[in-house]
């Protein structure tokens, strides 16, 4: 196991999310671990709460996804690069914005990068965090780069690559009905084709 996935409600709903902070506690430093807000209200109920225990989570982590609405909600602010470089000074070396149409956007060392999002025609966003999330370290670990050191060192060009493969991954989701991910050769066609 290279990398611990973790986030949602499941993060703030017990018993789980006492288990989940056991878990990232103990494996922090000997793996990857990523951590997506991916913020349900109705399911957390208590969104100040449930901010505390992320933020407590952040120390533990090597990456964080989230998407603006997440940050909107648990911020009440549209200045994503600073709500990710706050997040980022608390432990976690790459934080990622996905923010729909206008792409992804990177926090890690001193850099800030953003890139555009694949034009497509959308018929349902189901799943496209999720599949950015999956895209994303599946696109690390290909690359020999899914370990608490090479993310810590990771340099413009990785995190290009890496934000690209992912959108691509999680744009050809929203061209499908439901939640349904590509397969790694479908990513490499799709990206080709807009080469």
């Known amino acids: 196991m290279n990398a611990i996935a973790a986030g949602s409600y499941a993060l703030g709903v017990e018993p789980i999310a006492s288990a ?34 992320f933020e407590s989570l952040l120390a533990y982590a090597t990456i964080v996804k989230a998407s603006d609405e997440d940050i909107e909600l648990l911020y009440s602010t549209g200045d994503l690069a600073s709500a990710a470089r706050a997040w980022l000074q608390r432990g976690p070396k790459l934080v990622i914005v996905t923010r729909g149409e206008k792409g992804p956007l990177a926090v890690f060392g001193e850099g800030v990068l953003e890139r555009p999002a694949p034009k497509i025609e959308v018929v349902d966003t189901v799943g496209a ?67």
């Open 20 to 53: 989940i902070e056991t878990l990232l506690r103990r494996e922090a430093g000997s793996r990857v671990i990523s951590l997506d807000p991916n913020v349900r209200p109705r399911v957390v109920g208590d969104l100040a709460a449930y901010r505390e225990r």
């Open 129 to 195: 965090g999720d599949t950015f999330h999956a895209g994303l370290l599946s696109w690390l670990d290909v690359n020999h780069l899914l370990t608490p050191q090479a993310i810590a060192s990771l340099n413009e060009t990785q995190v290009t690559e890496a934000l690209d493969f992912a959108a691509a991954a999680a744009a050809i989701v929203c061209t499908r009905r439901g939640a349904n991910p590509p397969s790694w050769a479908e990513v490499e066609q799709f990206m080709a084709a807009r080469a």
